[in-house]
């Protein structure tokens, strides 16, 4: 069988988002679906680094137009940013590493009443 030639990673990636691009593709063969969701994961990635790094740089708080305090913008792009995150990175179910696909929290809880029920009834 040949080995297919893994796919490169977007130009525009930085470090970040290079870095989970080829630990990925190392690990998975990926879909052209899947792919797509992995390219706007690494951009995601990249983003959360940059609006990071803006909070690093001038704290957790800024000064509004008229004087104020107020917490700094960046903070609720970033927690925008890791929910996005995540739901790509749901949508991709990549398998973990006993080879089962990664579970929904909703799913995983499903999961575990089932498990359970059956527990229960004697019949695991």
Same mark, same amino acid.
């Given at each position: ?35 797509? *969701? #992995? ?9 959360? +680094?940059? =609006?990071?790094?803006?909070?690093? &740089?001038? @704290? ?27 739901? *790509? #990175? ?9 080879? +089962?696909? =990664?579970?929904?929290?909703?799913? &995983?809880? @499903? ?14």
């Amino acid at each position: 069988m040949t080995n297919p030639r893994k796919p490169s990673p977007p130009a525009d990636l930085g470090v970040r988002g290079r870095k989970f691009w080829h630990s990925t593709v190392a690990a998975f063969e990926l879909s052209d679906v899947e792919q797509e *969701l #992995l390219n706007e994961c690494c951009r995601l990635l990249d983003e959360c +680094e940059s =609006l990071r790094a803006a909070v690093d &740089a001038d @704290g957790t708080t800024v000064t509004g137009s008229a004087g104020q305090t107020r917490v700094h913008p960046a903070l609720g792009e970033l927690r925008q940013h890791r929910l996005a995150l995540g739901r *790509l #990175l749901a949508q991709m179910a990549l398998p973990d590493a006993d080879e +089962e696909r =990664l579970l929904s929290p909703m799913q &995983a809880r @499903g999961r575990k009443a089932a498990r359970t029920r059956w527990a229960s009834s004697g019949t695991a």
